[in-house]
Every structure is written in structure tokens, then in C-alpha cells.
């Protein structure tokens, strides 16, 4: 089947420490999304990328990174510069030829907790 | 700017009562509108969008949406709730010139009670 998974689906971090969550999709899609969601907050938007080895930064990039080596796959890093990284995090790609009303297809999440 | 509101932030309903939630849009042109929904610690699954053309969408698990341009509205509707039907509801606009990035609601959290 396709779809897009993320691992792991729980994370625990101790203060300090960069984590990386894991995003890989086999639909063959070119652009990949990562949001954070906090509650009451709906979704934010973190880093995009369109095609392999180029990305964009969102609307709260600060404290993160993100890589995009194959396009299956678009990685996560959390930096001990996030100041509140205990959240939700979901990563979604979307179809880019054809038109623009493709939607997104989201994975499970990972819920990350800082100790 | 364009942005996409969603007025409700908790909404509780009956079983087998109806649903409405709102969407509110603030575009120039026409809108490409989703709504999506998000069960606890899940990812988000489509519903349904609209694009162009009729402006009443069917989606999946007997949902619909109407496009209102006069009233720039995306509202979701479900004539008769079902308890599965729980969970938090995003409204969603494709930002111009932006390569595919949207703009979600606050979202609204639906209740439904026996």
C-alpha cells in the first residue's frame, strides 16, 4: 500500500539533545511538508521541500533542520536551539505535476517529549 | 493576506443530530478549499475539497461541503452524527504562488455525545 510513515510514533528527549524523526513516503510524491501542532494552534508549518535537495523554510523554522538527499524521504532534526519542542509532529507530501488543487497526504505523527 | 478561519473551536452534538461547522476564507481569486479530519494522536485524512464547478462537494463518510463565494464560506456538513464522528475537523486553503503550501484553520473539535 501507499503512504507515507513516520518513526518512531513516540520520542522522549532529554533537554539539550537533538532528536531527528524519521518521514518517508512511497507515493512517488515530490513535494514533503513538516508541521508542528500544538493545541488550539491547528497546524504550522515548518520546512517544505519540492524537489530533492532543496528546501524552504516555513513559518517556524527556527530550531530545526531538515534534509531532502532522496525523495522518498525527508528527515527532521530538533535542535537543543528549540526552546519548546514538546509537540506533534506531522509530515505530509502532495503530488506537484498537474494541478494545484492536489491535496496533502498526512502520515501517523510523532509525539515528541522533552524530559 | 489569505487565511482560513474557523469560527467554532468546540462544538458538541447529539448522536444522530446533524453537524455544521464553519470555514471562513479571505481570498482574492478562487479558492482551492479542503477539509480535513484528525482523530486523536492521528495524522490527518481528506474529506473532501473543491476546486471549481459545483459548488456542493461530497466526501467520504456521508460529509459535505458547500462553497459560498458571497459569503466566503467552505462550511461542513453531516445530517446525522455518527459517535465515530468524533475528532477534530481542519479547514484548509492552497496558498497562491506558494508551491503547494496551505493554510489551515484553528481547527474545531467536535464532541458527540449518546
Known amino acids: 500500500d501507499g503512504g507515507i510513515t513516520q518513526s518512531p510514533k513516540y520520542l522522549f528527549r532529554k533537554e539539550g539533545q537533538n532528536v531527528t524523526l524519521s518521514c518517508e513516503q512511497n507515493?512517488?510524491?515530490?513535494?514533503m511538508y513538516w508541521y508542528r501542532q500544538d493545541p488550539g494552534q491547528g497546524l504550522r508549518l515548518i520546512y517544505y521541500s519540492q524537489i530533492v535537495n532543496d528546501f524552504q523554510k516555513g513559518d517556524i523554522a527556527e530550531g530545526y533542520s531538515v534534509s531532502r538527499e532522496k525523495k522518498e524521504s525527508f528527515p527532521l532534526t530538533v535542535t537543543s536551539a528549540q526552546k519548546n519542542p514538546t509537540a506533534f509532529y506531522l509530515c505530509?507530501?502532495?503530488?506537484?505535476?498537474?494541478?494545484?488543487?492536489?491535496?496533502?497526504?498526512f502520515g501517523p505523527g510523532t509525539r515528541l517529549t522533552v524530559l | 493576506a489569505q487565511s482560513v478561519t474557523q469560527p467554532d473551536i468546540h462544538i458538541t452534538v447529539s448522536e444522530g443530530a446533524s453537524l455544521e461547522l464553519r470555514c471562513n476564507y479571505s481570498y482574492g481569486a478562487t479558492p482551492y478549499l479542503f477539509w480535513y479530519v484528525q482523530s486523536p494522536g492521528q495524522g490527518l485524512q481528506l474529506l473532501l475539497k473543491y476546486f471549481s464547478g459545483d459548488t456542493l462537494v461530497q466526501g467520504i463518510k456521508g460529509f459535505e461541503a458547500e462553497f459560498k463565494r458571497s459569503q466566503s464560506s467552505f462550511n461542513l456538513r453531516k445530517p446525522s452524527v455518527h459517535w465515530s464522528d468524533a475528532a477534530e475537523y481542519f479547514c484548509?486553503?492552497?496558498?497562491?504562488?506558494?508551491?503547494?503550501?496551505?493554510?489551515f484553520g484553528a481547527g474545531t473539535q467536535v464532541v458527540v455525545t449518546p
Open positions: 507515493l512517488n510524491h515530490d513535494a
Open positions: 484548509a486553503v492552497v496558498l497562491t504562488d506558494s508551491w503547494g503550501k496551505f493554510q
Open positions: 505530509a507530501s502532495r503530488k506537484v505535476e498537474g494541478t494545484t488543487h492536489n491535496e496533502q497526504f
